[in-house]
Every structure is written in structure tokens, then in C-alpha cells.
């Protein structure tokens, strides 16, 4: 059974589009994570949700906005998608909001912006 | 602020080989947790091993250990009887005990020669 999935897994879209990524966790996890991995491999998290709640927002343009129906989903939407955009998309998730806590990865998103 | 350096971009190790990962990290936190992932070309991100701070013992996975140096700020990651399926890109992450952040490190691109 995957653990962390995520749709799609590839996704190509033309500049200024709205689009939505989903992931889904099946391990019970309480806290689910986005991050954005760029074209030299630098990963930087993007949000987490503990609990449906947002607890890091770094400093990601508000066009990135992140949906959590329940806690075992976390959605990532963006608005007027721009070229800078293209990235490799990686949702994850843990048991808990502590350093302990391993992070479990979904198989990435690569979004391309034409 | 926290910062997780991995000093060597691209290395190769021939098959039944041992190679050693860098990993230094900079940090006034007093407790955290460091971890190593592999993403191999599949693009998913798998956890290989993870260490306590507050453990002096270097955590070992079969043939995946580490050589934790706390005082040197130092988290290397040695693997032994290299394989092909080794071949994959190589992150060192860091997480305080709060968990409210994770850090990765710009990664070690690891090519197993047969």
C-alpha cells in the first residue's frame, strides 16, 4: 500500500493557469508537509499542517495556497502559475510536529510552466 | 538560523566499495535530530538512516552508518559494499527538537560503478 501519494506526477500547464496538486497520507499521520524542489535539487519546505492547521508558511507567494479537507489529505493550489514555478513538488507526511518525527515522502509532482 | 551544508556535489565509488557522505550543519539548538535521505531516479525520497543529538552512539542501518561528531557539528554518512541500486542523489536534513522546521542540504549526487 503507498503511504504518501500524490497526483499527478507529472503535470505541464501554460503560464497563468490555476492548478491543484493532491496528496494523501494513509498512516495515520497528524502533520502533512509541502515542499518544492527546484531545478538544482535544493528542497525547501514550502507549508505544514498539523491538524488542519498551518503551522510554517515560509515565505511562499500567496498564489500558493494550501487545502486540508481532512488530515489525511493535504492540497496544494496555485493561482496564475508563472515560469519560475516549474519545480518538482513533494508532499510528506509525520506523526507529529517534532523533530523526531520521520517525514514520509510521496513520489514528487513535476510541474513545467510554459 | 539553522544550515546544513553537504560540501561535495558529485561523487563515484566503484560496486563493493565503501564511500563517506559530508554532512557539517550549524545550529545553537542544544537538541535536534539529523537525518540522510536517497533519492535515487525515481525521484522518491526514502529515509536511509537517522540520528539523536542527544545519542553518542552512531545509529547504523546494515550496510548505511553514520559518524556523528557533535561537538564538529559533523553528520557524515559512510555506506559500505556499495551497490548499483546505491546510485542516487544523497540528502542530509536537519530537524530541531521543536519540529516546526526542517533543513535539507543541497544534496550528493552518488554514482555506483559497476
Known amino acids: 500500500d503507498t503511504a504518501v501519494s500524490q497526483t499527478p506526477k507529472y503535470l505541464v500547464t501554460q503560464m497563468g493557469n490555476d492548478k491543484s496538486i493532491k496528496c494523501e497520507q494513509n498512516?495515520?499521520?497528524?502533520?502533512m508537509y509541502w515542499y518544492k524542489q527546484d531545478s538544482k535539487k535544493f528542497l525547501k519546505i514550502m507549508f505544514s499542517?498539523?491538524?488542519?492547521?498551518?503551522?510554517i508558511n515560509e515565505t511562499v507567494p500567496n498564489r500558493f495556497s494550501p487545502k486540508s479537507p481532512d488530515k489525511a489529505h493535504l492540497n496544494l493550489h496555485i493561482n496564475s502559475l508563472e515560469l519560475g514555478d516549474s519545480a518538482v513538488y513533494f508532499c510528506?507526511?509525520?506523526?507529529?510536529?517534532?523533530?523526531?518525527?520521520?517525514?514520509?515522502f510521496g513520489p514528487g509532482t513535476r510541474l513545467t510552466v510554459l | 538560523a539553522q544550515t546544513v551544508t553537504q560540501s561535495q556535489p558529485e561523487m563515484s565509488v566503484q560496486e563493493a566499495e565503501t564511500v563517506t557522505l559530508s554532512c557539517t550543519y550549524d545550529?545553537?539548538?542544544?537538541?535536534?535530530?539529523l537525518f540522510w535521505y536517497k533519492q535515487p531516479p525515481s525521484r522518491q525520497m526514502i529515509l536511509v538512516i537517522r540520528q539523536e543529538a542527544y545519542k553518542q552512539q552512531n545509529a547504523t542501518e546494515n550496510r548505511f552508518s553514520v559518524n556523528f561528531q557533535k561537538a564538529a557539528k559533523s553528520f557524515s554518512l559512510k555506506i559500505s559494499d556499495s551497490q548499483l541500486g546505491d546510485t542516487a542523489m544523497y540528502f542530509c536534513a536537519f530537524s530541531p527538537n521543536t519540529g516546526n522546521q526542517f533543513y535539507f542540504g543541497t544534496g550528493t549526487s552518488l554514482t555506483v560503478i559497476p
Open positions: 498512516l495515520g499521520h497528524d502533520t
Open positions: 545550529t545553537s539548538e542544544s537538541n535536534y535530530y
Open positions: 499542517y498539523n491538524n488542519k492547521e498551518l503551522i
Open positions: 510528506a507526511s509525520s506523526q507529529d510536529l517534532r523533530g523526531a518525527d520521520t517525514q514520509y
